[in-house]
């Protein structure tokens, strides 16, 4: 049996759920790949890159910024699940001035959606205004190859997982409640069906389009030149 490390660099549903669903189905041992899920959120990238990791926008953000080659091989979702929360009765930019909003830093990739958000002036679930593949599967080239028989039996792996997401909503709800933990199962049902069913894909392919309209918008943002295009970036379609 193939092995792999497979970090997470986000904590929570947006980020895990295609590998929690892999691994509860038994995905990956189906498969042939033994995968160690592991913490990667306060990584550096020198330790990140050595193994796959689910975080697309951290990966991109790293290889604009830093140049390590990382490529996305499967895609889960093109709409960040970010929020900005405030308290009842602030429902626009101009309720808050001269008062502070708390972001993640701008090289960050929450901060950096975020950012980019915010300079359309609203405050709102970022993916309904900023469409960006964010989580799947990615690995550097430098340390791992996107062939590996590991990687690929993951990328299978995952997209049997967005499968279930797709074809099985009791069973995929299921998941969300125990992943989730405190909600009741009308609760997991409302946020499958408002945030998960409509927006992960079905098949782990990136959409081109949005893919090179993300990446001119976080150069932009970021102020750094656009080194590569769309499709050198998103290589899903295998």
């Given at each position: 049996?193939?092995?792999?490390?497979?970090?997470?660099?986000?904590?929570?549903?947006?980020?895990?759920?295609?590998?929690?669903?892999a691994d509860q189905e038994n995905?990956?041992?189906?498969?042939?790949?033994?995968?160690?899920?592991?913490?990667?959120?306060?990584?550096?990238?020198?330790?990140?890159?050595?193994?796959?990791?689910?975080?697309?926008?951290?990966?991109?953000?790293?290889?604009?910024?830093?140049?390590?080659?990382?490529?996305?091989?499967?895609?889960?979702?093109?709409?960040?699940?970010?929020?900005?929360?405030?308290?009842?009765?602030?429902?626009?930019?101009?309720?808050?001035?001269?008062?502070?909003?708390?972001?993640?830093?701008?090289?960050?990739?929450?901060?950096?959606?975020?950012?980019?958000?915010?300079?359309?002036?609203?405050?709102?679930?970022?993916?309904?205004?900023?469409?960006?593949?964010?989580?799947?599967?990615?690995?550097?080239?430098?340390?791992?190859?996107?062939?590996?028989?590991?990687?690929?039996?993951?990328?299978?792996?995952?997209?049997?997982?967005?499968?279930?997401?797709?074809?099985?909503?009791?069973?995929?709800?299921r998941y969300i409640q125990t992943?989730?933990?405190?909600?009741?199962?009308?609760e997991a049902r409302a946020h499958?069906?408002?945030?998960?069913?409509?927006?992960?894909?079905?098949?782990?392919?990136?959409?081109?389009?949005?893919?090179?309209?993300?990446?001119?918008?976080?150069?932009?943002?970021?102020?750094?030149?656009?080194?590569?295009?769309?499709?050198?970036?998103?290589?899903?379609?295998?």
């Open positions: 049996m193939h092995t792999i490390d497979l970090a997470y660099v986000g904590r929570g549903l947006h980020e895990e759920l295609a590998a929690y669903i995905y990956y041992a189906d498969e042939g790949v033994h995968v160690a899920l592991r913490d990667g959120c306060d990584w550096g990238e020198e330790r990140l890159r050595r193994g796959a990791t689910i975080g697309l926008g951290r990966a991109l953000l790293s290889r604009l910024t830093s140049g390590i080659p990382w490529v996305a091989l499967t895609v889960n979702t093109h709409r960040p699940l970010f929020w900005f929360l405030a308290r009842p009765g602030l429902t626009d930019l101009s309720d808050l001035a001269g008062h502070r909003l708390a972001v993640h830093p701008p090289h960050a990739a929450p901060g950096c959606f975020a950012r980019i958000v915010l300079r359309w002036k609203v405050l709102a679930w970022v993916g309904d205004h900023f469409q960006i593949p964010t989580v799947g599967l990615a690995v550097d080239p430098t340390y791992i190859h996107p062939d590996d028989p590991a990687v690929a039996a993951v990328v299978r792996a995952h997209r049997r997982a967005l499968k279930v997401i797709h074809n099985n909503p009791d069973t995929t709800v992943f989730l933990g405190r909600h009741t199962a009308d499958y069906n408002t945030f998960i069913a409509p927006h992960f894909t079905p098949d782990g392919q990136a959409d081109l389009a949005v893919g090179a309209a993300a990446i001119a918008a976080v150069t932009t943002e970021l102020g750094v030149p656009a080194t590569l295009t769309a499709p050198e970036f998103y290589r899903t379609a295998h």
